[in-house]
């Protein structure tokens, strides 16, 4: 096992707090496509409606000391489509966690759902995040908008495997 070696839990509202600790993190601010600080009323609410959505699937990271070290949440736009979003706690960045993390949820996700298109969308500056998408299997599908921002469309889809 890797020293960078990941598992999944499901987010619980005790994760709350470091969640909002994580969106808040100023370099994470930066690279968002809202980047105004989180109110933590305004968080509180956001929070409990993903933790109470069908369509919302959110996963904390944890290496093998136990430490969180990030989460990965999945946005469900339709039965086959979805939006992966991902933060990695600043004290693990640039360690390649970024990549594993990707790699074990989409694992994870398309064990569990019928999700055949996991769309990410990141900002043309945010190098490490395209870097960590494309390392995990997503191809670059060129500019998109997000809340009037350019931004690039990373997409992947399960491996189909030959029986």
Known sequence: MGKNTLTLRPVSKEDCMIVWEWANDPDVRNFSFSSDPILWEDHVRWFNLKLNDSHC??????????????????????????????????EYRHQGYGTKLILLGSDKIFTITNIQTLNAYVKPTNFASRRAFIKAGFHDMGSSTINGNLAIRLVQSPKISLK
């Open 57 to 90: 699937i959110i996963y904390i990271a944890l290496n093998k000391q136990g430490s969180a070290v990030g989460q990965i949440r999945y946005d469900l736009i339709n039965q086959k489509d979805a939006i992966i979003s991902i933060i990695v706690d600043k």
